[in-house]
């Protein structure tokens, strides 16, 4: 019951955090555009927040290994409330002209802190589920996430018109506090205890704990946990630690790309997800703008309608995902190379369609298989490695996505200016292609049971 109600809260101070995420970048480049009429200091919002947070997630271990992930959550939620009502106090009392280094330094702050949240969370729903409902809690997460895009674009430029910016900005910091109030309700049930990682058969001669009292989730056997030695196998509760010597800060830096270069299987996930990231920013709304008027022939608002159309079939994908879970938990590998596969054909299909209710239906389309990629992936990763590490690995990989989406829009960039806009899609289904070959070659690492590919990580 604790478990379920403290995922209900997460999945609420997820959903409002990135509603007002989503408000408050779309009223702010509004305002910076109308201030300053350059289009460069309007990029600057996304570009700073991507870079925040790209450092953030980098550093993020060391937060990670020395306070309990709701706190975590709390302390950034928090801190972006703080610096974003300074934003707000700011902005109002400068009128029309305010100190735009002081706006981007307050936009950089807040991206930092909130470059935490995302490893946290992921590390978080492992403790809270297990089993078939893993799969269910990611699919709700990710239902959530693409139900909250599709209606903030959407509604965020009607409040924008409708209130104007600093109004908009105000309606943002009270979901800011919504969420805050529900990430201060999140408990993790590993909290104050102590846990233990066995090998089958293992015993601890002290108090001669089973598994079931050693931090094992319920459904889980033995072959759910890696194996380890026995002085490795104490973990100790999570609770604040001293200060760390810098040798220690540098060794937990590393930790997490340690634990990915020493399991085929996290390695193989995670150049699949760079590979499909690497194209992934053709959903970008400057891309797909491009394409509505120069391949559909069509104004700015087709723009709107393949946005809706796209999170409408992500929603709708979610929820067949949910719908299949029992199905599904048994064959991830499958669904994930299947939803690639699916999604990346289905972007050819887009390149080279030109007729405008065609190219609703096939978005629309992508979004069933896009989730089964998605919710499949990021299911295998949290089985990989153990709910101690996992913050550690989920660091790591949020620093490699940020960079890999940096990367990806600058080379998509230059493929729409010299190649065109529908070379720029068709290259971006080749990309996935080619992750679902790497996948399929590499099915032996990917379906290797979770002790036999985390086995390198504990010697």
């Known amino acids: 019951m604790h478990k379920r109600r403290s995922f209900t809260y997460l999945l609420g101070t997820q959903t409002m955090s990135n509603a007002a995420d989503i408000l408050y970048i779309m009223a702010l480049v509004s305002l910076v555009f109308h201030e300053t009429d350059s289009i460069f200091s309007s990029v600057l919002v996304p570009l700073l927040r991507m870079g925040a947070q790209m450092i953030s997630g980098f550093l993020a271990p060391l937060i990670l290994a020395r306070f309990q992930l709701p706190f975590i959550l709390f302390v950034s939620q928090f801190g972006q409330l703080v610096f974003f009502a300074i934003l707000l106090g700011h902005l109002w009392s400068a009128g029309t002209e305010p100190m735009w280094v002081m706006v981007f330094t307050l936009v950089a702050a807040m991206s930092f802190l909130d470059g935490w949240t995302t490893p946290a969370r992921n590390a978080l729903i492992p403790r809270l589920a297990s089993g078939e409902g893993l799969m269910r809690a990611n ?15 959407g509604l965020s430029g009607v409040l924008v018109a409708m209130l104007g910016s600093e109004k908009t900005l105000l309606v943002a910091g009270g979901l800011y506090m919504v969420a ?38 319920p459904g889980q056997g033995h072959h759910d946990m890696p194996p380890m030695h026995l002085e490795d196998t104490l973990l100790g509760h999570e609770s604040e630690s001293p200060e760390l010597p810098p040798k220690r800060k540098k060794e937990i830096l590393r930790e997490g790309w340690s634990l990915i270069g020493a399991s085929r299987r996290l390695k193989a996930l995670i150049f699949m997800d760079m590979i499909d990231l690497l194209g992934g920013s053709v959903w970008v709304g400057a891309f797909t703008l491009a394409f509505a008027q120069q391949v559909l022939h069509k104004s700015e608002a087709w723009w709107g309608y393949i946005n809706a159309a796209y999170f409408a079939g992500a929603i709708g994908g979610g929820i067949v995902v949910l719908a299949c879970v029992k199905h599904l ?37 992508m979004g069933l298989p896009a989730e089964m990629s998605v919710v499949s992936r990021r299911t295998m990763m949290q089985m990989s490695v153990s709910v101690h590490d996992l913050p550690k690995v989920l660091s790591a990989q949020a620093t ?30 080749v990309l996935t292609l080619i992750a679902v070959i790497y996948g399929i070659f590499s099915r032996r690492a990917l379906s290797m049971s979770l002790a036999a590919s985390l086995e390198p990580s504990s010697k």
């Open 139 to 153: 699919s709700l997460v990710s239902v959530s996430d693409q139900t909250v895009q599709l209606a903030g674009w």
């Open 329 to 365: 938990q048994r064959r991830l590998l499958p669904a994930m190379l299947a939803g690639m596969a699916g999604y990346g054909l289905l972007t050819a299909w887009y390149a080279l369609n030109t007729l405008p209710p065609l190219t609703l239906l096939i978005v629309l389309l």
């Open 400 to 429: 490699l996505t940020s960079l890999t989406f940096c990367i990806s829009l600058l080379l998509m960039g230059w493929i729409a200016d010299h190649l065109g806009i529908v070379n720029l899609y068709l290259f971006s289904a």
């Open 180 to 217: 805050m109030i529900f990430t201060s309700l999140i408990r993790d049930p590993l909290e104050g205890k102590v846990h233990y990682l066995l090998q089958p058969g293992t015993r601890v001669r002290s108090g001669d704990v089973s598994v079931s009292e050693a931090g094992t989730e």
